[in-house]
């Protein structure tokens, strides 16, 4: 059964940062894309990066490029999102999601995944 754990959420302030994982269980994320996505209180959930399972693809929501990384490190069978200069918009519960694709490929659209973690809060705000 495929399980995926995300966790580094928290408070910060304006400007900070943080850095997410997102930890695979019962599974290798190795033939995997990894997505991330989150979900603000009365929106709907929007895709906010994904890596290809070869890490050689990236791709950004444009709220975030210049600002959020992700990473994976498939030893670990852990995949990151290191967060820098925060803004109150960015709060939300973070998820991250797990689906079989070509090494090169990964995709924003949360309907097109099967398999998600629970979520972590992050919270900004002063």
């Known amino acids: 059964q495929l399980q995926l754990v995300e966790s580094g959420g928290g408070l910060v302030q304006p400007g900070g940062s943080l850095r997410l994982s997102c930890a695979a269980s019962?599974?290798?994320?190795?033939?995997?894309?990894i997505g991330w996505f989150r979900q603000a209180p009365g929106k709907e959930r929007e895709g906010v990066s994904c890596?290809?399972?070869?890490?050689?693809?990236?791709n950004y929501a444009d709220s975030v490029k210049g600002r959020f990384t992700v990473s994976r490190d498939n030893a670990k069978n852990t995949v990151y999102l290191q967060m820098n200069s925060l803004k109150p918009e960015d709060t939300a519960v973070y998820y991250c999601?797990?689906?079989?694709?070509?090494?090169?490929?990964?995709?924003?659209?949360?309907?097109?995944?099967?398999?998600w973690g629970q979520g972590t809060q992050v919270t900004v705000s002063s």
């Open positions: 890596i290809s399972s070869s890490g050689g693809s990236t």
């Open positions: 019962g599974f290798t994320l190795d033939y995997y894309a």
């Open positions: 999601a797990a689906l079989r694709l070509p090494p090169r490929l990964c995709v924003l659209s949360p309907r097109s995944f099967r398999s």
